[in-house]
């Protein structure tokens, strides 16, 4: 396979999905070939689980020991450590294809790499039987750290992205800890910290105030904890990385990417890692100016920008809202029963109130949400994890939880078949089972919101009613709730055009619950959701 114009490894990858290489019935010749050149490139990562059998822990472990690792390298005349850099990146005994932007270098470094280059022989080496590739890519002018990795991502084609400095403050040995996380399914991204009590080199003080004062106005902003925002250790799942605009040239790259990443509701962690910072002297090149930038960037991406994800803006903002989603589950908890199928469980939020229920089957669509719920939840004896599809016919593993009720919350609304999914839903349940749905209600309100997150209808109660009838329920509760929610959506979806629920609107709303309380002594005559209740003869 050769990775653009650098080094070329022998042969053409196997790529194989999701199990390892002997699971296969291969050949022991054909076993030995894959075992030196395959690329296992897993969708998801399996959370390690209770109970796991020998077979699954050695699916596992041969999954995280072969997955490719892309390595961003950005560097800017680092003529003196380069070549030190590429040969510890090198040693790693991780699959990986490194690519090196230089963003204009003016020292030499341009030249180094292109020996490098001319000569792989040199970093192979240094790496031993591990696959590696090595490409270079040079700015004809300086752009900048952020312009230098935007060039690097784009050419990433590994399961997993870091970003590594090319000066010697980041140790390489470390990367094994730094994708574990994401290799046991239970992060998205990763943060190296410095401050986690990892063995660093002291140096400025003024320094460490100033990363501490931005990392905490992020915290601030994002509703994150961490305690390295800047840190240049950044591991993302590769699929993640891509789907984030970016736009800063700079050093904003820290702050604007965890302003994305936060809006996205990605599963982020931290570990911690060691530091050999440089002096001025040595070659340092951030300096005030820059976290003045920076403090710009981490305002400019969290407040007067959209994330390019509205819809996970929009469920990550409503899984906060604590008094809310405890209000909401309140109005549906009298129609509960003991064997529950959630569609569209997202992260969690509603799953966590059925937890002393006798079986939940959690289900999503989107494998970044199936992620979440199996490191969060999949460790419990009465939870399953599965993806399911509302557009395609029920799967047949439904059948064997004889289930009762199907909480579909949220979620009708995305498909544009609604009817035909109501169908399906009847003939899975128990008899005397139950459907509940809670979607959004009233066509007036329909707005720039509902388009952007993937509403095809706003509901009217008689038309919900009719639907679930034709579907073959009897109808037991059809009713309005959130009249106060009402004013805000229309505001924000109909009037100022906006593309997600704003933080604002999102935290008043929870502020208001004891006003939403009052609507059990009345029925609305509208409001922003419809609740609904069908139940199988």
Known sequence: MLLKEGIQVVHDPVVVDEIAPNRLGMTPARQAEVDQFAVFRPRQSLPRQKGDDILVQQMRAAENAA?????????YNEAHTI????GRVARVPIPKAVIVVDDGSTDGTTQILRDLEASPQVLTRESGAIPFGFEVVVHEKNRGKGAAI???????????VIIQDADLEYDPSEYPKLIQPILDGKADVVYGSRFLGYPRRVLFFWHTVGNNFLTLVSNMFSNLNLTDMESGYKVFRTEVVKSIRLRCDRFGFEPEITAKIARGGWRIYEVPISYAGRTYAEGKKINWKDGVGALWTIIRFNLLTEGADHAATTLQRVSQLSRYNAWLYEQISPFVGRRILEVGAGLGTMTRYLLDREQVVASDIDPRYLDALRATLGSRHNVVVQQLDLNAPVPGWVAKYSLDTIMCLNVLEHIEDDEAVLRRLHDALSPHGRVLLIVPAMRM???TIDETIGHFRRYERDELSAKLRRAGFLV?????????GVPGWFLNGRLLRRKSVPGLQARLNDLLVPVLRLERHFRP???MSLLAVGRKG
């Open 525 to 527: 005559s509208f409001g």
């Open 150 to 160: 935007r060039t690097g991502l784009a050419r990433v084609t590994g399961d997993m």
């Open 476 to 484: 037991e509760e059809a009713r309005y709730i959130n009249l106060i």
């Open 83 to 86: 070549r030190e850099i590429l």
């Open 67 to 75: 997955a490719l690792l892309s390595v961003v390298v950005p560097v």
């Open 445 to 447: 309100l329909y707005g």
